[in-house]
């Protein structure tokens, strides 16, 4: 059985930093492409960034362009997304989740079969 478990949610200032992880098991990790959403009270879950099966590429909401950074380290069951320049519209519930052999062309999370329980992000102004 896939399982994902992300971590590293927290409480931190507009401005600051967080570094998200999603680790793995149950899956041939390489295999599989990972993305990571977001909820927040009221809204719909969106994606915010994606890494592929096939050659590592990586994608981001335009909302996080150029302070997000998603990163799956050779040989190790783990995906990290790096948050900088946090601002309170990033306050949300992450959640990683997993497809096998997808090149993240859709951000539909309905496209994704594997999800971790979600780590709480909350950003004061």
């Known amino acids: 059985e896939v399982q994902l478990v992300e971590s590293g949610g927290g409480l931190v200032q507009a401005g600051g930093s967080l570094r998200l992880s999603c680790a793995a098991s149950?899956?041939?990790?390489?295999?599989?492409?990972i993305a990571w959403f977001r909820q927040a009270p009221g809204k719909e879950r969106e994606g915010v960034s994606c890494?592929?099966?096939?050659?590592?590429?990586?994608y981001y909401a335009d909302s996080v362009k150029g302070r997000f950074t998603i990163s799956r380290p050779n040989a190790k069951n783990t995906v990290y997304l790096q948050m900088n320049s946090l601002k309170p519209g990033d306050t949300a519930v992450y959640y990683c989740?997993?497809?096998?052999?997808?090149?993240?062309?859709?951000?539909?999370?309905?496209?994704?079969?594997?999800w971790g329980q979600g780590t709480q992000v909350t950003i004061s102004s």
């Open positions: 989740a997993a497809v096998k052999w997808w090149s993240c062309s859709s951000w539909s999370p309905s496209v994704f079969d594997s």
């Open positions: 149950g899956l041939t990790f390489a295999d599989y492409a």
């Open positions: 890494i592929s099966t096939s050659d590592g590429s990586t």
